[in-house]
């Protein structure tokens, strides 16, 4: 069986000025990088048509160790839609080199179903994050700069309550919490800082929800960066720092194109996590896609609980899109691992485990419900799974009053989601509702959380510590406790402990702060032990990637 670098290797690219056509764009207003990779000017986004076409949101349940291919099933739909005749695009997130590098390794599909040029699109691609990473490091020198020269800006920053964090794009926990400027009078004032993996730094989520170069000015204005040493709140815009952050990003806010490997056209841009940010690709990006094609399929990272609530509750909430269908992806695997099946267990038939762990996808489906939005479930096939097994994933679904369509994208590509595709139109055409928000922005921090916990999560209560009540006051008083929460939570289970797995039932939440990012327009209540700079495993993936004299990459997955 080949690898989905080897698979990658031997596809059969077309120039993406062939890709561009497709979507009636001329070779000459495309911004090239190499023959396969290149920039839409903005100018092509139209607000008409994007209001018009069919948008999917591809989720998922619970992930596990195992992976559930949320992003293949996505690629391999909008090829099946393109196979069964309807023009469709898929919109996707930039990988970021944590996960590249850590657990996960890349995340640009598998099988028959990936998107192309792989090892760029995994690696540096067009150099977007590169540009979030300095602008967000240039705030930050800007801050430190700010306090060396004390008055220099007409006001005198407290150190103490800077609240801005450089970010990198890799998994390093040593930077989490840092002292910057030792070295006595020319090194800076001493202040304790940190790093946050630029994933899900407030520039990358400025990025994906600005809908123009002069919004993503204005929300940069807008970050909240530390108070004077007479209590006067410290914006961006006060530093005068947003006006260069935006120009360092001038190309970053572009969306790129590539294909799949079936030539179906890629818009793939930006790349907040879901557990930590609000995961879903660029609201630039998402409207370019619709304004070319008459579908498209995009995703959420991470379980619905995480990417999808945060898909509907802000970047909806922003943008005024509604999708018109949900596909959910399951796998067996996932399903008996959250049944109690162990790691090395999985590839084994296990129905009394299968039937435990259905008891996750059964949550995940009534919160679709929730959102007043129809869904399908797409079993991910994989060789293992057994007919007994499929079968009675589709029974319980269908007594929930949900179709399971099995789909085999890694190995068939578009041939194997052509019935996916199929469930899918019919569902969109026969929309006629707009998603139901899960709470009023209006609402209190304290009401939106718990609402989020108790009926999306399932929880009993939620615990706030006495540092998240303190950042609560904080906030009311900055005036923005009626923007949106973008909860972090680990992605591992409903609740906030990666330990409880399946539905889990009778837990508490616990916030133990509340963290601020105005310029994106939402607050971050922070749950659990869950970590804005991910750290290595004890055998990383970069261990297995390589490269060799000619260029070639291996290990890359």
Same mark, same amino acid.
């Given at each position: 069986?080949?690898?989905?670098?080897?698979?990658?290797?031997?596809?059969?690219?077309?120039?993406?000025?062939?890709?561009?056509?497709?979507?009636?764009?001329?070779?000459?207003?495309?911004?090239?990088?190499?023959?396969?990779?290149?920039?839409?000017?903005?100018?092509?986004?139209?607000?008409?048509?994007?209001?018009?076409?069919?948008?999917?949101?591809?989720?998922?349940?619970?992930?596990?160790?195992?992976?559930?291919?949320?992003?293949?099933?996505?690629?391999?739909?909008?090829?099946?839609?393109?196979?069964?005749?309807?023009?469709?695009?898929?919109?996707?997130?930039?990988?970021?080199?944590?996960?590249?590098?850590?657990?996960?390794?890349?995340?640009?599909?598998?099988?028959?179903?990936?998107?192309?040029?792989?090892?760029?699109?995994?690696?540096?691609?067009?150099?977007?994050?590169?540009?979030?990473?300095?602008?967000?490091?240039?705030?930050?020198?800007?801050?430190?700069? =700010?306090?060396?020269?004390?008055?220099?800006?007409?006001?005198?920053?407290?150190?103490?309550?800077?609240?801005?964090?450089?970010?990198?794009?890799?998994?390093?926990?040593?930077?989490?919490?840092?002292?910057?400027?030792?070295?006595?009078?020319?090194?800076?004032?001493?202040?304790?800082?940190?790093?946050?993996?630029?994933?899900?730094?407030?520039?990358?989520?400025?990025? =994906?929800?600005?809908?123009?170069?002069?919004?993503?000015?204005?929300?940069?204005?807008?970050?909240?960066?530390?108070?004077?040493?007479?209590?006067?709140?410290?914006?961006?815009?006060?530093?005068?720092?947003?006006?260069?952050?935006?120009?360092?990003?001038?190309?970053?806010?572009?969306?790129?194109?590539?294909?799949?490997?079936?030539?179906?056209?890629?818009?793939?841009?930006?790349?907040?996590?879901?557990?930590?940010?609000?995961?879903?690709?660029?609201?630039?990006?998402?409207?370019?896609?619709?304004?070319?094609?008459?579908?498209?399929?995009?995703?959420?990272?991470?379980?619905?609980?995480?990417?999808?609530?945060?898909?509907?509750?802000?970047?909806?909430?922003?943008?005024?899109?509604?999708?018109?269908?949900?596909?959910?992806?399951?796998?067996?695997?996932?399903?008996?691992?959250?049944?109690?099946?162990?790691?090395?267990?999985?590839?084994?038939?296990?129905?009394?485990?299968?039937?435990?762990?259905?008891?996750?996808?059964?949550?995940?489906?009534?919160?679709?419900?929730?959102?007043?939005?129809?869904?399908?479930?797409?079993?991910?096939?994989?060789?293992?799974?057994?007919?007994?097994?499929?079968?009675?994933?589709?029974?319980?679904?269908?007594?929930?009053?949900?179709?399971?369509?099995?789909?085999?994208?890694?190995?068939?590509?578009?041939?194997?989601?052509?019935?996916?595709?199929?469930?899918?139109?019919?569902?969109?055409?026969? =929309?006629?509702?707009?998603?139901?928000?899960?709470?009023?922005?209006?609402?209190?921090?304290?009401?939106?959380?718990?609402?989020?916990?108790?009926?999306?999560?399932?929880?009993?209560?939620?615990?706030?510590?006495?540092?998240?009540?303190?950042?609560?006051?904080?906030?009311?008083?900055?005036?923005?406790?009626?923007?949106?929460?973008?909860?972090?939570?680990?992605?591992?289970?409903?609740?906030?402990?990666?330990?409880?797995?399946?539905?889990?039932?009778?837990?508490?939440?616990?916030?133990?702060?509340?963290?601020?990012?105005?310029?994106?327009?939402?607050?971050?209540?922070?749950?659990?032990?869950?970590?804005?700079?991910?750290?290595?495993?004890?055998?990383?993936?970069?261990?297995?990637?390589?490269?060799?004299?000619?260029?070639?990459?291996?290990?890359?997955?």
């Amino acid at each position: 069986m080949k690898s989905d670098i080897e698979i990658a290797s031997s596809a059969k690219m077309k120039h993406i000025d062939e890709i561009a056509s497709q979507l009636g764009i001329p070779s000459g207003d495309l911004e090239h990088y190499g023959k396969y990779k290149a920039k839409i000017p903005l100018s092509y986004i139209d607000e008409e048509k994007s209001g018009k076409n069919n948008l999917i949101l591809v989720s998922a349940m619970s992930p596990t160790p195992a992976g559930e291919g949320k992003t293949t099933t996505s690629i391999g739909l909008a090829q099946a839609l393109n196979k069964i005749g309807k023009k469709c695009t898929v919109v996707l997130r930039e990988p970021s080199l944590g996960p590249v590098f850590g657990i996960k390794g890349g995340a640009a599909g598998g099988g028959y179903s990936q998107v192309l040029p792989m090892e760029d699109i995994n690696l540096h691609f067009t150099g977007d994050f590169a540009a979030v990473e300095k602008a967000n490091n240039l705030l930050a020198a800007m801050i430190d700069n =700010c306090i060396h020269h004390n008055n220099g800006n007409g006001f005198c920053l407290d150190p103490r309550t800077i609240v801005w964090k450089r970010s990198m794009d890799m998994n390093d926990r040593s930077l989490r919490h840092i002292v910057v400027g030792l070295g006595g009078s020319m090194g800076g004032v001493p202040r304790e800082a940190g790093f946050n993996i630029t994933a899900a730094s407030e520039i990358m989520a400025i990025l =994906c929800l600005a809908k123009d170069l002069d919004d993503l000015k204005e929300r940069m204005g807008n970050i909240f960066v530390g108070f004077t040493f007479d209590k006067k709140p410290v914006f961006a815009r006060d530093l005068k720092a947003n006006g260069a952050m935006a120009a360092l990003l001038k190309d970053a806010v572009k969306p790129n194109l590539v294909q799949t490997i079936e030539n179906t056209p890629a818009i793939i841009h930006g790349g907040p996590f879901a557990n930590i940010a609000q995961g879903t690709n660029s609201l630039i990006a998402t409207r370019m896609g619709l304004s070319l094609s008459e579908y498209v399929v995009t995703e959420a990272g991470f379980g619905f609980d995480l990417g999808a609530e945060k898909f509907f509750d802000i970047k909806c909430g922003y943008s005024g899109l509604s999708p018109k269908a949900v596909v959910l992806v399951a796998t067996i695997r996932a399903l008996k691992y959250h049944g109690g099946a162990g790691i090395k267990e999985l590839k084994e038939p296990n129905l009394k485990a299968l039937e435990r762990g259905l008891a996750n996808l059964e949550k995940h489906v009534e919160n679709i419900k929730r959102f007043n939005i129809d869904a399908v479930v797409a079993i991910n096939k994989f060789f293992t799974d057994t007919d007994e097994e499929v079968k009675l994933v589709q029974e319980k679904c269908r007594e929930k009053g949900i179709e399971a369509i099995v789909a085999d994208v890694w190995g068939k590509g578009g041939d194997g989601a052509t019935d996916l595709a199929h469930g899918v139109v019919q569902i969109t055409e026969s =929309c006629k509702t707009k998603y139901t928000p899960m709470y009023e922005w209006e609402w209190d921090i304290v009401k939106k959380v718990e609402t989020i916990a108790k009926k999306i999560y399932g929880a009993n209560a939620v615990d706030f510590t006495a540092k998240a009540k303190k950042d609560m006051k904080k906030i009311e008083a900055l005036g923005l406790d009626k923007l949106p929460v973008c909860i972090a939570k680990t992605q591992n289970s409903l609740s906030d402990n990666p330990k409880l797995l399946g539905r889990p039932k009778d837990f508490v939440v616990t916030v133990r702060e509340i963290e601020i990012a105005s310029g994106a327009g939402f607050v971050i209540p922070i749950t659990g032990n869950i970590m804005r700079m991910p750290g290595l495993s004890s055998s990383p993936a970069a261990e297995s990637i390589d490269i060799d004299n000619k260029g070639n990459i291996t290990g890359l997955s």
